[in-house]
């Protein structure tokens, strides 16, 4: 069965801390790997992933995949109050239906 | 420029009511989904359709309906609503042709069954 596994599930750090969130996945057909921000409302897209060792980039946010261990990691540095959000990371599977299975999602809180 | 435009934002339904959550997008993407969200849990995929005319189920579909006549728009139905529908319900579009994988979601539709 595909699954896709997040941890931790929570995580409180202060300002100016570095985290880093783990995503683990089995995905029949792997394609891609994505990470998404959830705020109040809708996921809004930070990265697809699909290539081994190669880095994005975005700001203080940073992801990598690992295709032989089949895991993710997503990197903030120095993170600001407007990083709390669930993380969700997701993998794309099977054929081209593009269809993504998500894991249950990291849930930062930065303090002041 | 508007995306995924979900209506309504919120619904309070009553056990056995039925309902039709709206959603369009605009930007002519062939695949659209749509996901459902329980407290501390994933999204989970309750259909998806690859373009018009062409639905499927996910994972979890019983309970649910949908139709795909244009390539703007797929209505969820709920027919007979139970408590178990309670949830955040999300429309969501894509462009695999395009290489991309990424979704457009939309806004949500908090649902309550009571």
């Known amino acids: 069965e595909d699954k896709v596994v997040q941890s931790p599930l929570s995580l409180v750090v202060h300002e100016g801390d570095t985290v880093t969130l783990n995503c683990s996945y089995e995905?029949?057909?792997?394609?891609?790997l994505l990470w998404y921000k959830q705020e109040k409302k809708a996921p809004t897209f930070l990265f697809m992933l699909?290539?081994?060792?190669i880095e994005k980039k975005s700001g203080r946010l940073s992801s990598i995949l690992d295709k032989k261990e089949l895991f993710s990691i997503l990197n903030i540095t120095a993170t600001q109050t407007g990083d709390s959000a669930v993380y969700l990371c997701a993998g794309n599977y099977g054929g081209s239906q593009g269809n993504l299975i998500f894991g249950k999602g990291t849930k930062l809180s930065v303090k002041p | 420029n508007a995306g995924v435009t979900q209506t309504p934002k919120f619904r309070i339904l009553k056990i056995g009511q039925s309902m039709t959550l709206q959603c369009t997008q605009d930007m002519n993407h062939n695949y659209m989904y749509w996901y459902r969200q329980d407290p501390g849990m994933g999204l989970k995929l309750i259909y998806y359709s690859v373009g018009a005319g062409i639905t499927d189920k996910g994972e979890v579909p019983n309970g649910y309906n949908v139709s795909r006549s244009t390539t703007e728009d797929f209505p969820l139905r709920l027919e007979l609503a139970a408590p178990s529908q309670t949830s955040v319900y999300f429309c969501?579009?894509?462009?695999?042709?395009?290489?991309?994988?990424?979704?457009?979601f939309g806004s949500g539709t908090r649902l309550t069954v009571v």
């Open positions: 699909t290539s081994s060792g």
């Open positions: 969501a579009s894509s462009s695999p042709g395009l290489g991309y994988y990424g979704y457009t």
């Open positions: 995905v029949t057909n792997f394609r891609s």
